[in-house]
Each structure stands twice: as structure tokens, then as C-alpha cells.
């Protein structure tokens, strides 16, 4: 199938003005490719790092799920549920902004704060245990969230940074080529008929 060309009269204005955009469409398609393959690159980063998070944390979940279990066999849930009132949140989140390559991201920082002190008579001394291992999980689920985010936003505008290198590619500097070669054959015709005629007319005048 041919490929279309642009609606514009074949002048070599139209030209010259064809030919400025066709260079700056072939540096945008450069760039976009350039990058196509950084945001590659770090989705490549982040999907490694996303597997060891992942791996991590579920370890980390299965371990803190342990001594919950073993909590709960030897604490009453009344006793349990007096233990956790009022204790403060053993975790400090903070969520910024980042950007790569023009991907926006939450940052996400997770630090875990020292244990607060249990004063209650009859807790069990996996209590403090399960509390460790519960904050250490949502510091590696904090984490991880961050990376699984990042992931998908990078993979979503490195499928957005095909589509332009592809559309650039095999669209629309095609149409330009197509129009360029037309507009010149225009001219070469132009310029042949031109000339022919000048030679009919001299060859009338040689003749008279």
C-alpha cells in the first residue's frame, strides 16, 4: 500500500518549508528513541529490584504471620487487644515526589521508631516479637510499593514512547518522504516542460 503524501502545492517554497519539518520530525524520532531505551534500561532496574522486594517481603510476611500466631496462642485476645490500646504507630512514612526521564513517582521512606514500652501485666514476651517483626514488614511493604509504582508508570510511558517512535516512524516521516519526492518530481517536470518550450520557441525564431 502507497503511502499517502500531504495536501500542499508543489512550489519549492513548500519545499524547503517540508524539508526544516521532516529534520526536526527525524531528531524527535532520535530523541524518542534514545529515550525509549533509557526508560528500557530502568524497567530492567526496577523489575530486579522489584523481585528482591518482593521476595523479601514475603519472607518477611510469613515470619511476622508466625509470631502473630504464636502471640495469639499465648495471650487471650482481651489481653492482646488492652496490650495494643494506645500504642503509638512504631513506624515514620513519608511520601515525596520523584521523576525520571519525565515519569512521575511516590517516593516512599518507611523508618521504624523503637518499640514503645508495654506496661501491662500478663503480656507475653512474643509480644514485642510479633510488634518487631510486624513494623519490619510494613517498612519492606512500603518499599515495595514504591518499586511495584514506579514499574508500572515507567512500563506505561515506555509503551506510550513506542507508540511516537512507531507512529514517527512509520506514519508520519513516510508521508513527508513520499511528499518531498513527489513536490521534487513536480518540479523536474515542471522545469523539463519549461525548457521545452523555451526550445520551441527558439527554434520558431531560428525559422522565421
Known sequence: MATKRLKIPPTKNALLIIKRKMAF?????????????????????????????????????????????????????????????????????????????????????????????????????????????????VVLLARLGEAETALWRLLEEQRKTQKRVNALKYNVIPKYVTTIHFIKSSLEEEERNTLFQIKVLREKQENV
Not at 34 to 61: D, G, I
Not at 84 to 107: E, F, H
Not at 124 to 136: K, M, P, Q, Y
Open 25 to 137: 520530525l527525524e531528531l524527535g524520532a532520535s530523541l524518542l528513541e534514545r529515550k525509549k531505551e533509557l526508560l528500557t534500561r530502568l524497567v530492567y532496574e526496577r523489575l530486579k529490584q522489584y523481585r528482591a522486594l518482593r521476595q523479601e517481603a514475603k519472607k518477611s510476611l510469613e515470619t511476622a504471620y508466625y509470631w502473630l500466631g504464636m502471640t495469639h496462642t499465648r495471650m487471650s485476645n482481651r489481653s492482646l487487644q488492652q496490650a495494643a490500646l494506645g500504642l503509638k504507630p512504631p513506624l515514620n512514612i513519608k511520601i515525596l515526589p520523584r521523576s525520571r526521564i519525565g515519569v512521575q513517582y511516590p517516593a516512599v521512606t518507611a523508618t521504624r521508631l523503637p518499640l514503645q514500652p508495654v506496661g501491662l501485666m500478663g503480656t507475653d514476651s512474643s509480644f514485642d516479637e510479633t510488634r518487631r517483626h510486624l513494623a519490619d514488614m
